[in-house]
Every structure is written in C-alpha cells, then in structure tokens.
C-alpha cells in the first residue's frame, strides 16, 4: 500500500462528495490551496497535525482517509 496515494485519493474522494473546490476546502481546513493541491497530486508528506485538520473538516473519522478502497 502506497499511504501517501491512499491518503490523497480518499482526500479527493471526501472533497468532492462535499462539493468543495480545492480553495474552499483549504479555506475550510485552514491550509493553502496550494498545499491540498500538491498532497492530491501525490507530492506532499502531510504531518499528524494536518492529517487531524483535514479529517476535522471532512466531519469524518481519521482513519477512514487511511483506507484502501
């Protein structure tokens, strides 16, 4: 299992049954566009703190973005 893509693809996924753009998600969550932009293309670690953050604002458990469809 590769976790980073895991992460991203589940990030992406959530994002998106939300209805929220990369810019209104990063708003949500308190990050850059930027930063949920690079960890979705797979180019960004992410620390436990921010892995936090974004689970917070997806209203979703945080392992759920650990799961491996």
Known sequence: MDVIKVFADNLKKYRHAMGLSQEA????CGLHRTY???????????SLENIQR???ALEIET???????
């Open 25 to 28: 998600f990063a708003d949500k």
């Open 36 to 46: 949920i932009s690079a960890i979705e293309c797979y180019r960004r670690s992410i």
């Open 54 to 56: 974004i689970a917070d």
């Open 63 to 69: 392992y759920k973005l650990f799961l491996e469809v």
